[in-house]
């Protein structure tokens, strides 16, 4: 796979392009993209020097492996119009709830195909992807494309039963954090910390706080426990959390992504 073409250009999509292409997992002259905003496109074709394409016929023949970053209830129709288009090419998607079996239904058996459910933070390399464990890429071609998304984050494999899960976690879970970082900023700004330093502060935090257990493999509740002495400050935080039930709410916002 040389070429990689991308159907939709709007939050997840610019995500992945910026990513890959800063990551340097393929060249910008690789590149094709189709989207359906001309000014916001070229502006940013202007940043990452990709290449544009007028409709998704002639980005498919450009390309050898098109992904598809449009929102669910877009999909099929878009399918409609270039499933025949799309023989023989690698047929890549990011949409949440279109898995394996979907595609099978909607593509020519002649187009292989995986679902990847990605997160936005790729854009700064730190990305997560999760790929479907059922795909119909040839070993060679999903070797090169899982090699080419580690290079802007990690990539993890995931039984179809387990991608819906997944995405609540990971793919929704940018926006859960980001609303944790907002929320300490904001009491550090009731505090008297300026709100730039808010962000970083609560940032680093949370940075540090992830790097520690993802290399040392440590417990959360160890790192908490770190924090906190006894009969100390941190341990009184903590009880506050408790008490505003900080716990039952993650689940409950992941419930609720899963319409639970
Ligand atoms: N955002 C995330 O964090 C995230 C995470 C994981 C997965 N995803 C998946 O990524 C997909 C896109 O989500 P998003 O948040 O990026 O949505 P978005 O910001 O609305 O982007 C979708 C883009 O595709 C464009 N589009 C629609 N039909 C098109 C067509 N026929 N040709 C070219 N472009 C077309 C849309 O244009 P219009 O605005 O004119 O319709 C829009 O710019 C979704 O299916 C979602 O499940 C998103």
């Known amino acids: ?34 989207g359906h905003h001309p000014e916001a496109l070229k ?23 098109i992904l598809f970053a449009v929102k669910p209830y877009h999909i099929e129709k878009v399918l409609e119009g270039c499933k025949d288009a799309l023989r023989g090419k690698i047929m890549l998607s990011v949409i949440n709830g279109y898995d394996f079996d979907r595609y099978k239904a909607l593509l020519h058996p002649d ?8 997160n936005t933070p790729c854009s700064v390399g730190e990305g997560v992807f999760m790929f479907e464990s059922r ?6 071609e999903h070797k090169q494309i899982e090699e080419m998304f580690s290079k802007a984050g990690s990539v993890f494999h995931l039984p179809s039963h387990l991608m819906a899960a997944g995405a609540a976690v990971a793919g929704c879970g940018p926006a859960f ?19 730039v330093l808010s962000y970083k502060l609560a940032s680093q935090t949370a940075l540090g706080c ?5 290399e040392t493999g440590m417990h959360p509740g160890v790192i908490k426990d770190g924090v906190c002495s006894p009969a100390g400050t941190t341990i009184r935080g903590v009880q506050a959390l408790e008490k505003a039930g ?8 992941v419930d609720a992504v899963m319409g639970k």
């Open 246 to 253: 900080m716990r039952s709410a993650f689940m409950d916002a």
């Open 177 to 195: 954090i980001a609303m944790v970082l907002e929320a300490l900023s904001d009491a550090a700004v009731k505090y008297g910390i300026p709100r």
């Open 135 to 140: 795909h119909s890429l040839p070993e060679n």
């Open 111 to 118: 187009t292989p195909h995986l679902f990847i459910m990605p």
């Open 210 to 214: 992830a790097k520690l257990q993802l």
């Open 43 to 65: 502006a940013f074709q202007a940043e990452m020097h990709f290449n544009i394409s007028e409709d998704i016929p002639s980005l498919i023949e450009k390309c050898d492996a």
């Open 1 to 34: 796979m040389k070429t990689l073409g991308f159907v939709g250009a709007g939050n997840m999509g610019s995500a992945l392009i910026r990513g890959l292409i800063t990551a340097g997992a393929i060249e910008s002259e690789n590149v094709y993209v189709c």
